[in-house]
């Protein structure tokens, strides 16, 4: 059974950095890219950046553009956030997952969640 769990979040002022990390277990197939999202109350869930299996391109939210960064570690098998020059805008539910189908920032399914984990940044 895969399981995704993510680690990291926390409070901070804006302008603050934080660094998500999600630790994926379990046998996966087919898995076209991993993605982090997140949510804040009474919004959709959004796709903040992706990273893709088979040639490691990374795609970003307008939003966070130039201020997070995805990587991936494979040898640990664990999936990493780095978020920089934080805005109170970012407060968030944030989550990983694994999709079976990517295009660019878009994730058509996903087969897999983590719990998430909270990222508040205050002003």
């Known amino acids: 059974q895969v399981q995704l769990v993510e680690s990291g979040g926390g409070s901070v002022q804006a302008g603050g950095s934080l660094r998500l990390s999600c630790a994926a277990s379990?046998?996966?197939?087919?898995?076209?890219?991993m993605g982090w999202f997140r949510q804040s109350p009474g919004k959709e869930r959004e796709a903040v950046a992706t990273?893709?299996?088979?040639?490691?391109?990374?795609y970003y939210a307008d939003s966070v553009k130039g201020r997070f960064t995805i990587s991936r570690e494979y040898a640990k098998n664990v999936l990493y956030l780095q978020m920089n020059s934080l805005k109170p805008e970012d407060t968030a539910m944030y989550y990983c997952?694994?999709?079976?189908?990517?295009?660019?920032?878009?994730?058509?399914?996903?087969?897999?969640w983590g719990q998430g984990t909270q990222v508040t940044v205050s002003s």
């Open positions: 379990g046998y996966t197939t087919g898995i076209s890219c």
């Open positions: 990273i893709h299996s088979n040639t490691g391109n990374t």
């Open positions: 997952a694994l999709v079976t189908l990517c295009s660019g920032l878009q994730t058509m399914n996903v087969r897999y």
